[in-house]
Each structure stands twice: as C-alpha cells, then as structure tokens.
C-alpha cells in the first residue's frame, strides 16, 4: 500500500476559495480513482495562500485485473453479423469466443481479460485531467500557455510510496520538490512523503494545516489581549479568511486614536473587519477598546513594531474616512431623508422605498394595537423612518450596518429610544438562530416591514420556486412567525396581508391577482420548519390550518400542542382509527350519492339498536362540548371531550352493520358516521393526520 502526496504550488490563492477548493480536489481525484479501480483511505486537502496539498493513503501499487464480457450473435447468425461481433471484440476468429446458453438459445460471448496496470500510471492520467477541469469560480491564463488556474501555477509535487509520478501540465513537469515561506525560507527543497512534507514546511515556516493556523490565531490574540486586561471579540469568519492570507501568522497588538472613539463601535469594528481584517477587542465593560489585533505573515527582526505603526497609519485614515462620513450623515435628520427614498425603486411592480416606508408606517400603526406596551404613533414613525439611513454615506459604504446607523441617527434627531431600538431592530431575526427584536415597538417594525414584503411580492406573483427564493421571503416569513409565537402576539395574519393590498391600491402600486389562501399555506409550511425544529408533526399543523378561517399562529399551535398530545394516548389513537374507518366507508358511499349526500342529521326514528342511539346520543355531548371549548381556547377540555366517543365509536362498529339491507336504514347510518366526522372537525382536520 502506497501514500498518494500532491502539491499544486502557486501565486496566492483567494482565501474565500481555498476550503472550497481542497473539497473539490479532494472528490475529483478520489472520484477518478474509483473509476480506475483504485481506492485508498483518509484522503485529505490541506491548502494554504499558495498551495494546494492532497493526501491519500492506503492506495494499491496496481489497479485490479477486470474480466469483460461481450454478448455476441446467436449460434448459426449469419456471417456478416458474426465478422461484426468479431470486429468490435477484437477477436481473430469465432473459435475464440466461448458458447452460452439462456432460453431464447445459443450465443456467442467474448470473454477479454484486461490486466491491471501500475497505480502511478493512472495517477498520471489523473492528476493532469483534473488540474485542466478544475471548477475555480475564476480562474486565469498566463504566459503563453493554453492552462487556466486561479494563480500562475508554478510547480506540481506528485508522489506515490516515495516516487516521483511522471507527467506534464502546460510545461509545468511534476517532481518531488516544493518551497517554504516567501519571505522567511531559502529555495525549493526536496521531500520523501507527507509526514517529511509537513515538518519541513514547517522548517521552513509554513504551518500547513488551515485548522492549526487559526488555533495559532486565536489563542496568540487572546493572549494578547488578556496581558491588556482585555478580550478577544470572536469572528470565526473572520479568523478562517485570516487564516487564508497568511502561512505562518503572527499576532500583533495595534492602538486606536482617542479620537476615532467617539464614531459609532459597530462603523469602527465594521472598518476594521471589512477593510482591514483585523480584530477588534473589547474592555470589562464590553465597549470596543483602543486597541485591534493585526496579523502578520512573517517573524519581524523588530518585534513587528514597523508593522505595527504601518497599520496603524492605514486604520488612522480609514477611521478618518468613516468620521467623515459619521459627520455629514448628522447634518441631516432621518425625516429630511425620506423623500430621497423615493429616487430608490424597491420593486419595479411595488414601487419605491418610499411607498414601502409609507406602507410600512400605516401597517405598524394598525399592528401596534396587538403588541402590549407598543405605541400607534411611535409604531407609525418608526415605520417610516426604518429605511431612512439606506440614503446614508456610511449605510452606502457599510450596507451591513443598515437599521443600526439609522438607530444612532434617530437618536442625534432627538427621537425616542424606543424607536431608535426598532429601526436598529427590524431587520430581526435575519436567520432561524438570530434573535427576534426585544422592544415591543421593534416587534411591531419588524412585522410590517416583513409582511408587506410577503403580501407584496405574492400580489405579483414572485415567489420562491424549489430552491430559488432571491427575495429572501422564506426567511421573511419564518420571521413573522417566530416574533408572533415567541412574542405570544395574537393577531390575524389575514387581515394584515389585506390590509397590506389595500395600501398598495391606495398608493396605486401595480400588482397582479393575489391568493390570500396560498400565502397562508405559504405561513403553514414555514410554521411546520418552526415546530418540527420543536419535535412537533408536520401533519398535525395541516390538520389545524385546513379549518377554515386559521391565521393566528398562537392559537394554532395551542390547537396543534393538544391534538398532539391527545392522539399519543390510546383514547386518541383508538379514536383516529374509528375516525378513519367511518370516513373509508363515507367516502365510498358519497362516490355513489353525491358528496355531502350523509351531511344531515339522522333521524332518531330510524335506529335499530342500542348501539346506534347510545352513538347518537354521546356525539350530540361531545359535540356541543367541544364547540364551548373550542370557543374558549380550552383546546385540552375539547380533546378530551372527544375522547368521550372512543367508547361509544367502538361498540357501533362491533355491533351495527352500515350498509344494511333496508336504504333508510343504511342512509340514516351514513348520517351517524358523518356526524363523527363532523364532531372530530370541530378541532382539527383529523383527514389530514398521518397514521
């Protein structure tokens, strides 16, 4: 068994590209080698700025013998259909095929042996194929060479058990030697196998795995800011994109001005991350310190003090730039930005910013009546202010700070607190792990930005289509739910989504036919994701939406928790089995008499036996019960007034034959078990449940 090694060593790879690149040679070469017969074990992908490293173990010295068989014409074919069989096998003549037999009779079969060749000699074919199809996202030609790679490649290491595999890619001739760090490292050096590979990068300060690299990073600034009394502000994106720029990292400490303070914390981490990858760090009080953590490529002969003081200068003129920009946004209030909104088209069939702020406005003040604590006045300026801070020099240069910027200019406007808080929060939650808003008016914000944006784009018919959905309203709508139910908001999600196309009317937005009814189902399935994230049956919440009139989430989940809980009993459980069995045979029947042709009452003259009255009496209980719990959100006392009926249900189909003789009598029957469905039907769909 052989170790596999390849290095494809070139000009600096993108760090956004590199994990993805090591997954991609990792497939491609295994994939390959699976086809040849080959395949080995622990394969892995190291890269770093400028290389990209395969290790495979436990590969064969050689492929495996492959016998083939090739089904001929049948004995006695004429002869032309057998000089053409003995062609495409390569065959001299018909005595060298062997004779079969299956039911339809005699045929000849070629049977070829094809011996394994050496691993290294598919490698070869491999690995130059690869290098030539490799999926970059870009890539580019250099010199005069006809090969596209993300970087010039430069050198290609390749080798099995220890030996050089032998091949060529646009000049580029493989061997068994590679290079340390630019900078800090003497010239190519040779290597034997992997683990000799990674001690000498390491001599020669390259640290090869991008997992080690980061651990480097992050316990060398933490350690840094710790001898400050101070702490490390955590980025895994941001610690993995370092980790990409660098080969051998060195953490440095850098200081802020005192006088870039005073610009919001969020535009000056924002800076730093954005523009300079740096990290920030925080003091005791959890406020950004004057301080940033720099990561160096290289061991400085000064400690790193030169570069220490040329990154400061570089973050001294980007913080000047962010002031700037801080300085001239205040000049203007949020209110005095709102007409440019209209310069700014959301939708080409909603309109603009503007209109969407305008409806936004309107739709808070109707949803604050819902939101204890929340104000209709202070719901409607917060509304139409929300989007202001899009038309800031500092939101055009940092979009990610939208809302937040627009917090602290509210703020110097002099408005309240609380509605600085819900312009800041109604972006929330941008994800199923983010927050939902913590104040009640930016509940309120964010429910109208995110239903207006739902009802708008369904009125015109762009919705998410499998796995596209570019407007993010999968996302909008799991928001919706997750602030009304973990808010315990009860409200009409219908009549907002109404009120929403009556605001587009109103503002004479164009829009197209709009199904209230699919949009709805829309919020079921995004409330399905929710609970079953919760344990809860996809089911069951069909079950509950498929009642007419259901668009308070609350209420619905209130239903979905009890009807849960009620069928994982044996009353629940023996009575969906009665409940599906009477809708079996009424729906066979109603094929005959029509649909709905058993919806009315039976006639109590008509029943023969007990079991049939005793049945008759206990629905008309349950029933009348169920609908007074029902009516008081007593989904538990509704359940159990169903379970009353599991008795009763079984008995009737032990003792009553359905389809009696008698027509009167049979019908009369398909009323009682109609009457089952319709008593179930006062609490959920019991249709719609699995099982």
């Known amino acids: 068994m052989s170790e596999l090694l390849l290095e494809l060593f070139s000009e600096e790879i993108p760090a956004r590209m590199q994990k993805r690149a090591g997954e991609d040679l990792v497939r491609l070469v295994t994939d390959a080698l699976k086809a040849a017969g080959v395949e080995g074990k622990n394969a892995r992908a190291y890269t770093t700025p400028r290389r990209l490293t395969l290790v495979i173990d436990g590969l064969p010295d050689k492929t495996p013998d492959v016998k083939e068989e090739r089904k001929g014409p049948k004995v006695g074919a004429p002869q032309q259909a057998i000089d053409g069989f003995l062609r495409a096998a390569g065959l001299a003549s018909i005595d060298e095929a062997t004779v079969q037999e299956d039911k339809k009779g005699a045929f000849y079969v070629a049977v070829t042996e094809k011996k394994g060749r050496a691993t290294a000699d598919a490698v070869a074919e491999i690995v130059p194929a690869v290098i030539r199809a490799f999926p970059w996202p870009k890539s580019m030609r250099w010199g005069r060479g006809s090969l596209r790679w993300v970087r010039p490649l430069h050198s290609i290491l390749c080798l099995l058990g220890g030996k050089v595999v032998p091949f060529e890619v646009d000049g580029v001739r493989s061997g068994d030697t590679t290079r340390g760090h630019r900078f800090m490292s003497g010239g190519a050096f040779a290597v034997k196998d992997y683990t000799d590979y990674d001690m000498k990068l390491f001599d020669a300060r390259v640290v090869l795995d991008p997992a080690k690299r980061a651990h480097f990073i992050h316990e060398g600034a933490k350690a840094l800011a710790s001898a400050e009394g101070l702490t490390l502000v955590e980025d895994e994106a941001l610690l993995h994109e370092v980790a990409g720029l660098v080969e051998w990292p060195m953490p440095l400490i850098g200081r802020i001005d005192d006088e870039f303070m005073s610009v919001p914390q969020e535009v000056l981490t924002s800076t730093m991350r954005a523009n300079q990858k740096y990290f920030a760090l925080h003091d005791a009080h ?3 310190a004057p301080r940033f953590i720099v990561v160096a490529n290289l061991e400085a002969e000064d400690g790193g003090k030169a570069i220490v003081n040329g990154n400061e200068r570089v973050l001294r003129a980007r913080f000047a730039d962010a002031r700037f920009l801080w300085d001239q946004d205040r000049k203007q209030t949020l209110t005095s930005r709102l007409p440019k909104l209209a310069e700014v088209v959301f939708h080409a069939k909603l309109g603009t910013v503007h209109d969407k ?72 939650p941008l994800g199923p792990s983010d927050d939902v808003p913590a104040s009640a008016l930016g509940k309120v914000v964010a429910l109208a930005d995110k239903i207006d944006t739902l009802a708008g784009f369904w009125s015109i018919d762009e919705k998410p289509t499998g796995s596209k959905d570019p407007y993010a309203l999968r996302r909008a709508a799991l928001g919706v739910t997750r602030i009304i139910l973990e808010a315990n908001l009860r409200l009409s999600l219908g009549k907002f989504v109404q009120f929403v196309i009556a605001l587009e009317n109103l503002l004479n937005v164009r829009r197209g036919a709009f199904d209230k009814g699919d949009l709805l189902s829309f919020f079921a399935d995004r409330l399905k994701v929710y609970l079953r994230d919760r344990g809860a049956r996809h089911d069951l919440v069909d079950a509950v939406f498929a009642l007419e009139g259901q668009d308070d989430l609350v209420l619905i989940v209130k239903r979905v928790e009890a009807l849960s809980e009620f069928l994982g009993s044996e009353d629940g459980a023996n009575l969906l089995a009665g409940y599906k069995r009477a809708t079996n045979i009424l729906r066979i029947e109603e094929k005959k008499d029509g649909e709905g042709a058993f919806n009315a009452a039976p006639d109590d003259k008509l029943f023969a036996q007990d079991e049939e009255k005793a049945l008759a009496a206990a629905i008309a209980t349950a029933s009348k019960a169920a609908k007074a719990a029902v009516a008081t959100e007593d989904f538990a006392a509704a359940m159990s007034a169903l379970a009353s009926l599991r008795a009763p249900v079984d008995a009737f189909f032990d003792k009553v034959t359905v389809n009696a003789d008698d027509a009167a009598t049979r019908a009369n029957r398909l009323k009682l078990l109609a009457q089952i469905r319709a008593a179930l039907h006062e609490v959920a769909d019991f249709s719609k449940v699995e099982g």
């Open 357 to 428: 702020a305008m409806r936004m406005g309107k739709l808070a003040r109707e949803l604050a009546a819902f939101v204890p604590g929340a104000e209709a006045d202070k719901a409607q300026v917060a509304g139409e202010l929300a989007k202001a801070d899009l038309t800031t020099g500092m939101v055009g240069e940092f979009p990610e700070l939208q809302g937040l910027m627009g917090a602290y200019y509210a703020r110097n406007d002099g408005l309240d607190d609380d509605i600085a808080d819900a312009i800041a929060e109604h972006y929330s």
């Open 286 to 288: 959890g406020k950004i």
